[in-house]
């Protein structure tokens, strides 16, 4: 490894190199930066600690002004689920409309679950979300959509079920659908 003191040039964003020593948020410190990436020539510059970083741990330069951060890995990346089923029939005890199951060793973002219905005065809805029922015995007036904030809370094995029912024996028709990722 070559070193090639004080680089008079300006880091490329996104480069990534090595703190020298714990930089403090808002304070300049030392970093090791490859020149050319893969030609084993390094340079020691001088960088601005956007967050504080650590001795020996991997930095990246995040704007022009050759302020850099601590790297860590990248968002972990979800497996999308999307359910859509559909119930008709004169059922007047719940039915599944739609349901998920978090897979084996995966956990579940739970993103919307969404319903809709042919006859909005004689269907009631029921909503079960890891086991913890949500709501039941609900009408709704037009197509709904719940939008869940993500939460990665739903482990494996546990379900998200949107079930249905007639009030009175009169014949439904009910669509529903579950989005979420798998991780």
């Known amino acids: 490894m070559a070193l090639i003191k004080r680089g008079a040039w300006k880091l490329k964003l996104r480069q990534m190199g090595i703190a020298l020593k714990d930089i ?3 304070k300049f410190g030392s970093a090791l930066f490859e020149k050319v990436p893969g030609s084993g020539k390094y340079f020691d510059f001088e960088v601005k600690a956007i967050k504080s970083v650590r001795e020996y741990h991997e930095i990246m330069v995040v704007d022009s ?3 850099v951060i601590e790297y860590a890995l990248p968002p972990e990346v ?6 859509l089923d559909r119930y008709t029939g004169i059922d007047t005890d719940y039915k599944t409309v739609v ?3 978090v897979s ?3 956990r579940g ?3 919307e ?3 809709i219905t042919d006859n909005y005065s004689k269907t009631h809805f029921k909503l079960t979300i890891a086991g913890k029922e949500q709501f039941k015995d609900k009408l709704i007036q037009a197509p709904l959509s719940l939008p869940f904030p993500e939460n990665r809370a739903i482990l494996a094995g546990q379900t998200v079920l949107l079930e ?3 009030t009175d024996g009169t014949s439904i028709t009910v669509d529903g659908s579950i989005t979420g990722c798998e991780f």
């Open 24 to 26: 403090e948020e808002g």
């Open 65 to 67: 002004n050759n302020g």
């Open 78 to 83: 979800g497996v999308p689920i999307a359910k």
């Open 99 to 101: 349901s998920w199951t």
């Open 104 to 106: 084996t060793a995966k």
């Open 109 to 111: 973002d739970l993103k």
């Open 113 to 115: 679950v969404s319903m």
């Open 164 to 166: 249905c029912k007639s």
